[in-house]
């Protein structure tokens, strides 16, 4: 792969892959949504490799051995970045140099695959031992040990984003699973989401994936506040709708009585074979201030009035 790293737009990835296990290398740039393949390169003799490329900022990127092994990078332009490993794992024994956010996620994978790989010596021994007579003890021993092992890399992964809320490597972090786990989530760790926000905006403040990021603590935190006003014993949440006869009705309509909030549609079978029911319902309280109050899901306008004529 030949471009010219002469400008202030030139990447240029190079480096030593040991071994015999890997003879070639793609570089992929990695989008918010997907990823764009920069061209495939030959290891020499001696295991040597040698990417360029043009950026217009920092961006995430990925080598892909024809092993199906993978390294991350963080490169922004200008940088000569230098990534050596052995070919049996290049996730698990590569160092970089050459670029600062590249080098701190390198620093981060370390502790990250010594704690997966604890996760993946448990796992075997689970397998292992099926069918043993002390099984029942194993399984609690091994799940105990894999508790621990996630609790303790989301110990070291939230330190990480504490500790670097500006770095785009946190980024990758935050969103990093353990296993088949996210160690993460938008409910329980609103607080970490905010810093990384925070920090993110004021580093890369135009960067593609900042924005995605910070799109989702604004989504995040708007879940939150209505799952909150959702909370049993709150006052609901107003919302205005139109009925099947086009008028505005609102749930405020209806202040200071017992109101069931009945979701619906025309296609749901149970919903439907429920009405009756919940009609019967109505008749016997509706003198007592009971009232309901029917939110069709229907994209179709002639469907949901059909079913409320039937119904």
Known sequence: MSACNSNNSGVSVSGVITGTEVRSLTLFELSVHDSKELGTVQL????SFKFDFEAEGVGFYYISADNDDYIVLIAAPGEEISVNAEGWSI???YSVSGSKESALLQAYRKGYYENLNG??????TLIQSRGEDNYPEIHAAM???MEQLYLQQKEIATNFIKNNPGSLASLIVINDKF????LFTDEEDMSLLKLLDEGLMKAYPGNSHTLEHHQRVIKAAQ?????AALTPGNEAPDFCLNTAENKKLCLTDFKGKVVLVDFWASWCAPCRKANPKIKVLYEKYQSQGFEILGVSLDDSMEKWQAAVKED
């Open 119 to 124: 996760l993946a010596e448990a796992n075997r």
């Open 91 to 93: 996730s698990q024994t």
């Open 143 to 145: 799940t105990e040990k």
């Open 223 to 227: 879940n939150s506040e209505m799952a």
């Open 179 to 182: 296993g088949q786990t996210h």
């Open 44 to 47: 020499s003799s001696k295991g």
